[in-house]
C-alpha cells in the first residue's frame, strides 16, 4: 500500500533550535507540495516541487524557511532558527497531477512545538 | 487565481440524519475538484474527486458531490451519517488539464455527529 512518509511524527525543539522534517513521496510521483497546518490559517502552501525543481516557495518565509529536494525520494523543509509562531502540523503531499488520479496523496504530518 | 470557500466552519447532526457541507470555488479556469477528510492526528484522505464526465460523483464511506458549474459550487452530502464521520472535511480545488496543479484548500468543515 503505497504511501506518503514523513518523519518525525511529533517534534518538542527550544527557540533558536534547527528543525529538520524528511518526507519521503510515493515511488513514481514527480510532485511535492508542503503544507503548514494552523487552526488560525488552516492549510497554507509553503512550497511545491515539479521533477525535484522548486516551482513555488511564495508561501514560505524565507528568512529562516528552506525547501528541497536531493533526490526523487527525499524532501526536506527546514526552520533556522525556529521560533514558538511555527508551532504547527506540517504536511507533505505528493501526486501526479498530469495523471489520472490527479489528487494530492498527503502524509500523516509533523506536528512541531516549539517552546 | 483560485480559491474554496466552506460556508460553515462546524456542522452538528445527529446520528443517522443527512448531512450537507457546502463549498464554492472561484477559477477562471477548467477546474479539477476535491473533498478530503481528516481525523484527528492525522493526514488528508481522499473522500472523492470531480475530474469530468457524471456532476454526481460517488466516494468512499457513503458520501457523494455534485459539481454546479453555473453555481461554481461542490456540496458534499451524505444521506446517513455515523458517530465514525465525525471528523474535520475539506474542500479542494485544482486547475484542470493545463491549468494549475497546486490544490487550494477551504478552511474545512468540523462535522460533530450525536448520538
Known amino acids: 500500500d503505497a504511501r506518503v512518509t514523513q518523519t518525525p511524527r511529533d517534534k518538542v525543539t527550544e527557540m533558536g533550535q534547527e528543525v529538520t522534517m524528511r518526507c519521503q513521496p510515493i515511488l513514481g510521483h514527480n510532485t511535492v507540495f508542503w503544507y503548514r497546518q494552523t487552526m488560525m490559517q488552516g492549510l497554507e502552501l509553503l512550497a511545491y516541487f515539479r521533477n525535484r525543481a522548486p516551482l513555488d516557495d511564495s508561501g514560505m518565509p524565507k528568512d529562516r524557511f528552506s525547501a528541497e529536494m536531493p533526490d526523487a525520494t527525499l524532501a526536506t523543509l527546514k526552520i533556522q532558527p525556529s521560533e514558538p509562531r511555527d508551532s504547527a502540523v506540517y504536511f507533505c503531499a505528493s501526486g501526479r497531477p498530469d495523471g489520472t488520479s490527479a489528487e494530492a496523496f498527503f502524509g500523516q504530518g509533523t506536528r512541531l512545538t516549539v517552546v | 487565481a483560485q480559491s474554496v470557500t466552506q460556508l460553515d466552519s462546524q456542522v452538528p447532526v445527529f446520528e443517522e440524519a443527512p448531512v450537507e457541507l457546502r463549498c464554492n470555488y472561484s477559477?477562471?479556469?477548467?477546474?479539477?475538484l476535491f473533498w478530503y477528510v481528516q481525523y484527528p492526528n492525522q493526514g488528508l484522505q481522499l473522500l472523492l474527486k470531480?475530474?469530468?464526465?457524471?456532476?454526481l460523483v460517488k466516494g468512499i464511506n457513503g458520501f457523494e458531490a455534485e459539481f454546479n458549474k453555473s453555481q461554481t459550487s461542490f456540496h458534499l452530502r451524505k444521506p446517513s451519517v455515523h458517530i465514525s464521520d465525525t471528523a474535520e472535511y475539506f474542500c479542494?480545488?485544482?486547475?484542470?488539464?493545463?491549468?494549475?496543479?497546486?490544490?487550494?484548500f477551504g478552511r474545512g468543515t468540523s462535522l460533530i455527529v450525536h448520538p
Open positions: 470531480y475530474l469530468s464526465g457524471s456532476t
Open positions: 479542494a480545488v485544482r486547475g484542470g488539464s493545463g491549468g494549475s496543479y497546486i490544490p487550494t
Open positions: 477559477s477562471s479556469v477548467s477546474v479539477y
